[in-house]
């Protein structure tokens, strides 16, 4: 992955002179829209979390809907990152220039900008600000929410469909309400196929650790174990960390074991950067950040910005699972009938594991 802007680059961040987000090393600039689209007078100011593009995961989401609005609405937009080491004050630095330098929408991804947002947002009433898997109470603050549980749900009942040893592994990043909504989804769901099926289930780290999504080599420690416990799906919700998850299940086919990884987010089997481990990843659980990113900046090109709390579920295409691994459509039918019980109401997906 590539390193964002770290704590120690404020004086460059107040100067503009922001770290790039991708392999260009020239994205923090304002791009240029895409010639192929009418272009917008509106500026899009986008602060990924952390390490930014290249996480193959949540950030990548995010710029995907960007960069379709880009191509579609043409739009001009500056990308920064917060980096591993940033403070609230880093974040709030950033969001700030941001919103000075004319930028409307700013869209800060990751529940991590949440402090910086709430102090920034009131100061700049004019402009619209969002912020992905967080809350912010303001006016002029779109909150985007994912209902993880619907989409976990449906991949734990893939799980527990796929599974042929009766037991399956979920891995989680830092261990807060947001993840464990995610977990809660993925157990509910495979208990639906078999309420006897034995879920194993290992953090990275405690509320308040962020490196519990950058540790890929304690994620592999513990999916060995959970293989070597009889595990032969594994779900990880956990950032970075989900390398070492997908590291441990091919170094388990590699050897003979039939053991399947469940990516998160995006479509992990279609990212380049894992496509040596594409043969064993059976499915995702995309939770679409790019349809929530879109349709903010949309809002705002119509003039009618998107503010609130914002719930993207099932029904608004805001989760779902990836198919193309063309394996999982052995185990597609049982989970678009779970998928179906949920938009009618019949079935409710819990955010705590019982």
């Known amino acids: 992955m590539l390193k964002g802007v770290k704590l120690a680059s404020v004086l460059a961040v107040a100067s503009l002179a922001l770290a790039a987000c991708g392999s260009s090393g020239d994205s923090a600039e304002s791009a240029a829209p895409a010639e192929t689209a009418a272009t917008s007078s509106v500026k899009v100011g986008m602060a990924y979390d952390q390490d930014g593009k290249g996480d193959g995961s949540f950030n990548d989401a995010a710029f995907a809907g960007l960069s379709k609005a880009q191509t579609d609405l043409g739009v001009e ?21 941001l919103a000075d330098g004319g930028y409307n929408p700013v869209i800060a991804v990751g529940f991590a900008y949440s402090t ?14 969002a912020i992905v898997d967080s809350v912010v109470e303001s006016p002029n603050v779109g909150s985007l929410v994912f209902a993880a549980e619907q ?3 449906l991949t734990g009942v893939i799980a527990a469909t796929a599974s ?3 037991t399956i592994g979920f891995i989680g990043g830092m261990e807060i309400d947001l993840i464990k909504a995610f977990e809660a989804g993925y157990i509910e769901g495979a208990k639906s196929v078999n309420p006897d099926i034995k879920i194993e289930s290992k953090y990275m780290g405690a509320a308040g650790d962020n490196t519990a999504w950058n540790v890929p080599e304690k994620a592999k420690t513990a999916t060995d174990g959970m293989i070597a416990n009889g595990a032969d799906v594994i779900y990880a919700a956990a950032g970075g960390s989900g390398l070492g998850m997908f590291q441990s299940v091919k170094a388990a086919a590699d050897g003979g074991a039939t053991v399947w990884a469940i990516g998160v987010d995006s479509d992990q089997y279609t990212v380049p950067a ?5 043969d064993i990843i059976l499915t995702s659980m995309l939770k679409r950040v790019d349809v929530a990113v879109y349709d903010v900046i949309a809002a705002v090109v119509d003039g009618a910005p998107l503010v609130g709390v914002n719930n993207f579920d099932l029904s608004k295409d805001g989760v779902g699972y ?6 999982v ?12 019980k949920i938009k009618s ?8 594991v019982q």
């Open 77 to 97: 937009i500056k990308e920064v990152n917060s980096g591993s080491s940033a403070t609230d004050a880093t974040r709030e630095e950033l969001l700030t220039l």
């Open 116 to 129: 910086a947002l709430a102090a920034v947002a009131p100061k700049f009433p004019e402009t619209t600000f």
């Open 151 to 153: 989409g976990s749900y």
């Open 164 to 166: 042929k040893s009766g």
């Open 274 to 278: 894992l496509a040596e481990y594409k």
């Open 322 to 327: 990836a198919t193309s691994n063309s394996a």
């Open 329 to 340: 459509s052995e185990f597609s039918g049982a989970a678009d009938a779970a998928a179906e």
């Open 345 to 352: 109401g019949e079935v409710t997906v819990g955010t705590t």
